[in-house]
């Protein structure tokens, strides 16, 4: 993974290789407020309220995240608000993503709701991420000023 975040990079996977870990699985009853990395495989039917960075993300129908979400494969479907950076994006019948998404690829299944704007790339690694333009859920609306 190529995803950069505060500073420190994802690519590689610290101590010596191994077989790929078993894939980390947040229950429905699970409510987090933070940010949550992953180097490898992650399934979310709980709720989080933060920032996700992981290389395969799978929110589960009942799962949402409310924040960024980078990956290289993403499979939603459940509720995504904010924003979705990935190589490959999956919204299943049961997503409900209000998000603006960059991506390589991109499918939708029928009726899956899909609000916000699409952005396709070459590669991922080109997005500059000043260029990606991330909704704030607390910014005042366009044309007013933001308070001091």
């Known amino acids: 993974m190529w995803f950069k975040q505060a500073g420190i990079e994802h690519s590689e996977r610290p101590g ?6 078993a894939p980390s ?5 699970l409510k987090i407020e933070g940010d949550i990395v992953s180097q490898g495989e992650l399934h979310i039917s709980g709720s989080i309220k933060g920032d996700v960075v992981a290389r395969k993300l ?4 009942g799962g949402s995240i409310t924040g960024a ?5 993403a499979v939603v479907a459940g509720n995504l608000a ?13 997503a409900r993503v209000v998000a603006d998404v960059t991506h390589v690829s991109l499918s939708i299944e029928q009726g899956a709701v899909f609000e916000g704007f699409s952005r396709r ?5 080109a997005v ?4 990606i333009r991330t909704p704030r859920l607390n910014a005042p609306p366009r044309g007013e000023p933001k308070p001091a």
Do not use: K
């Not at 010596?16 to 870990?21: G, K, L, Q, V």
């Not at 799978?58 to 129908?61: A, D, K, R, V, W």
């Not at 790339?121 to 690694?125: G, Y």
């Not at 500059?128 to 260029?131: G, K, L, Q, R």
């Open 69 to 73: 979400v980078e990956a290289d494969i």
């Open 128 to 131: 500059a991420e000043d260029t």
């Open 121 to 125: 790339v070459d590669t991922i690694e």
């Open 16 to 21: 010596p290789p191994s077989r790929p870990a």
């Open 82 to 94: 904010g924003r979705l950076t990935a190589t490959s994006v999956v919204l299943a019948r049961t």
């Open 25 to 29: 699985i947040l229950s429905s009853d």
């Open 58 to 61: 799978t929110l589960g129908e």
